[in-house]
């Protein structure tokens, strides 16, 4: 079902106001954002038309963009990835854990998204692993999932990091496996502590190797005594690192991972209104008790902080350590079900189907007992890149 308002509806209607808001100037990545939601599932990708096998009834469906920034398109990748995840999880309590980096390294990272998003997840994994396998802590291997969001409600950008993580792991000498305190994970005030002073070393360590990109607003940055003393309060303040408590079993971190991992900056629920060049969004204000509100912006505005949370071309924002790492992904988890006596379930074989079988695609709305079968395959149109822009590379 189309929601009333879509985010390509604001493109549609805003684009020509952001371009000429960025005097032409707009890169070639987020010029393809903008071309794929606003061709998604519209006659431009092609499609094709299924027919009810019981009582006729025929629609047309158009193709998807596929593209990651596409509030449309990540439903069906979300699930194909809940799926592969559902046979990881293990029968012990699981903890949410956030790591944010300061305000003031935003505009930092807006210059420098892949490296300084590359450090935000390695920072994070860092602190995790040193707390939890010091002996005084937890003394053990866990498991951590971690995705990258990078805006907040009111889709500033806001890069941190949320970490699903295992509530125990498997001791150094991987003969038993070392549970967590009931309810509790690690302290959060010692994880601040050393994320803050992993990542700043870090940061620091790329600015010496001329690895940052410092223009506009940061040229002032350029010199290594001024880089050192803007980063230097924020050594003074905690850094914020939240825990949440455990989730209540392993169909609740499915229902979390469903929320979390395939989001985009806004979702099309969130849009109220589109009128007069402007566009009104529903977000939460959490510096008020977590209140519903109404923000509205110009359009040109409203894109311009949507392609903010454009991801680096390649960037993996879903990423998996310890004994969830994908080089030994299988290896840990059959270790961990041996050390906790939890049997293995067997896979369950995707259904096969015959190469000249018809494509069905979902049950008949007309009828509600037929499914509807693939009969024609609509070619997609002719499409010409917009002309007149001028593509300059933000990366």
């Not at 408590?245 to 985009?264: C, E, I, N, Q, S």
């Amino acid at each position: 079902m189309r929601h009333r308002l879509e985010v390509a509806d604001v493109v549609r209607a805003h684009r020509r106001d952001f371009v000429a808001a960025r005097r032409g100037r707009v890169a070639l990545s987020e010029n393809k954002v903008l071309d794929a939601i606003e061709r998604c599932r519209t006659a431009a990708l092609g499609g094709h038309v299924s027919q009810c096998d019981r009582c006729g009834h025929e629609e047309i469906s158009y193709n998807s963009c596929r593209n990651r920034h596409c509030p449309k398109c990540m439903v069906s990748a979300r699930e194909k990835w809940l799926a592969a995840r559902e046979d990881d999880l293990l029968p012990i309590p699981y903890f949410h854990v956030v790591f944010t980096i300061p305000h003031e390294l935003a505009i930092v990272a807006q210059q420098n998204k892949k490296l300084i998003y590359g450090l935000l997840f390695e920072c994070a994994w860092a602190t995790l692993r040193e707390i939890a396998g010091d002996a005084k802590h937890l003394g053990a291997e866990i498991g951590v999932l971690a995705v990258l969001h990078t805006w907040g409600q009111s889709l500033e950008h806001h890069p941190h990091v949320h970490c699903v993580v295992t509530g125990g792991g498997i001791a150094p000498d991987g003969q038993s496996w070392v549970p967590c305190r009931n309810g509790f994970f690690l302290p959060v005030r010692v994880l601040g502590h050393l994320f803050r002073g992993k990542f700043l070393h870090h940061l620091k360590r790329a600015f010496n190797r001329s690895l940052l990109t410092l223009k506009g607003s940061l040229e002032a940055l350029a010199a290594r005594s001024d880089f050192n003393a803007y980063l230097r309060p924020l050594y003074e303040v905690p850094w914020v690192v939240y825990a949440k408590p455990p989730f209540g079993g392993p169909a609740h971190v499915l229902k979390y991972l469903a929320r979390y991992t395939h989001r985009v900056a806004i979702a099309n629920s969130r849009l109220v209104a589109l009128d007069e060049g402007r566009v009104s969004f529903l977000w939460k204000d959490y510096a008020h008790g977590c209140r519903r509100r109404v923000m509205t912006l110009s359009g040109a505005e409203f894109l311009r902080r949507f392609l903010l949370h454009i991801l680096p071309k390649g960037f993996k924002r879903i990423r998996q350590y310890g004994l969830l790492a994908n080089r030994h992904h299988g290896e840990k988890l059959e270790d961990a079900r041996r050390l906790l006596s939890v049997p293995r379930e067997p896979s369950r074989e995707p259904e096969g189907a015959q190469a000249d079988a018809p494509r069905k695609t979902h049950s008949c709305p007309a009828c509600g007992v037929g499914t509807m079968l693939v009969i024609t395959e609509l070619p997609a149109l002719n499409y010409r890149p917009r002309l007149g822009i001028a593509h300059c590379d933000t990366s």
